[in-house]
């Protein structure tokens, strides 16, 4: 970024500030995926189950998650992306003509909530056809939560990867719950183009009883 900076990007303010929008790229998308997704499976715990038997059935430790054998896990994270996209509007790069100055965004969120698209489009459904067909990485103009073209994230993977394996590690060690008056309350934010998780929604945690992969010095 030092050897990038234009000359009026150069002074220490201005560094830092770019730094810090760099972690809102990579540390707030990542978070709020994660969260809306434990929301969704703590109330809809027949999921829980599910992921809980793939993680049991590709290790015997949690610390080793081998994150490519959670197909389930991944097809819940374009579910939870699609119901809470973290930027609500995206940029395609498609060859279109764009006039100088022109403020371009193409509509994520309306995509997201199509029912030609996606049929019962409010019903958080991880094993939808779309989903299971194709990594969460793979790019498609009908979900746009990780960009289009030359500019889409180029941390899909890691992001991907580090999503399934929090959410694995938490599954396996807690059971969740959310509070009950989460039903009636706004769901999220929108702040500018970013969706934030409504801070006022609660999630109870705590550590399961039985779990099978839980090692005896861990427990
Ligand atoms: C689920 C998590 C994530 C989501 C939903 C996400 C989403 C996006 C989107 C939509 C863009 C394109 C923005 C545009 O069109 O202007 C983007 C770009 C970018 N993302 Fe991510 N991202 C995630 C995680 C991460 C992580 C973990 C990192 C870094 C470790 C990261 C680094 C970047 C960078 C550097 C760009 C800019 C690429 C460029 O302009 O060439 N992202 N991300």
Known sequence: ????????????????????????????TSSQVISPLLCFLAENPQYITEL?????ECTNDTEDIDSSKLYKMDACLPEALRLNPPQTSELLKDGVVVPKGALVASPATALCMDPAIHPDPYLFSPFREDNARMPVTTLTRNKLAFGWGTQACPERFFAAKEIKLIAA???MDYDIEINPEAQSMRRYYDVEDLRVLNPGIRLQMRRRAQNPLQREDKA
Request: aromatic share 2%.
């Open 1 to 28: 970024m030092m050897e990038n900076a234009q000359p009026h990007q150069q002074s220490l303010h201005s560094l830092v500030r770019t730094q810090l929008v760099v972690t809102i790229a990579a540390v707030y």
């Open 52 to 56: 809980r038997k793939e993680v049991t």
């Open 169 to 171: 590690r938490i599954l």
